[in-house]
C-alpha cells in the first residue's frame, strides 16, 4: 500500500495515487486523453478495492501503453506498432477484474469510454 500523501494537480484536482506497490504512473502526452481515461479507470476500480497486487503487471502496462499510444497519437505519424499497442491495451483492459455497480452512475461508465476513446484512437 502506498504510503505517500495526497498529490494534487495545479487546478487543486487530487492526483490518485496507486495502492499497489511497486505502480509507476507516467507523465502523459500534451493532450493525452488515453493516458487520463486510464488513470480514471485504474482509479476507480482502485477506490473500488477491486485491485490486488497480482494485478500491478497489468495496470502498469496499461498506464505505460496509454501514454505511449498518446505519444503516437500527437506525432502524427501511425505505425503498425501503434495499432499492435492499442490490441494489447484492450487485452489488458479486458483481464481486469469488473466492478458490480449500479450502470446509471457517471463514474460507472468510466471503462466503457476508455474502450471507446481507444476504439476511436
Known amino acids: 500500500m502506498s504510503t505517500e500523501p495526497p498529490r494534487h494537480d495545479p487546478d487543486g ?10 505502480l509507476t504512473v507516467p507523465e502523459p502526452a500534451a493532450g493525452g486523453t488515453l493516458h487520463a481515461a ?3 479507470s485504474l482509479a476507480a476500480l482502485d ?3 477491486v485491485l490486488a497486487g497480482q494485478h500491478a503487471l497489468t495496470a502498469q502496462l496499461i498506464l505505460n501503453l496509454s501514454a505511449a499510444i498518446d505519444r503516437a497519437l500527437a506525432s502524427g505519424r501511425l505505425q503498425v506498432a501503434t495499432s499492435q499497442s492499442v490490441r494489447q491495451l484492450l487485452d489488458a483492459i479486458a483481464s481486469l477484474p469488473a466492478v ?4 446509471t452512475s457517471a463514474e460507472d461508465d468510466v471503462m466503457a469510454r476508455f474502450e471507446a476513446a481507444l476504439r476511436d484512437a
Not at 492526483?15 to 506497490?21: F, H, N, T
Open 100 to 103: 458490480d455497480v449500479d450502470a
Open 38 to 40: 486510464a488513470v480514471a
Open 13 to 22: 484536482a487530487r492526483i490518485w495515487q496507486p495502492s499497489l506497490d511497486g
Open 47 to 49: 477506490e473500488a478495492g
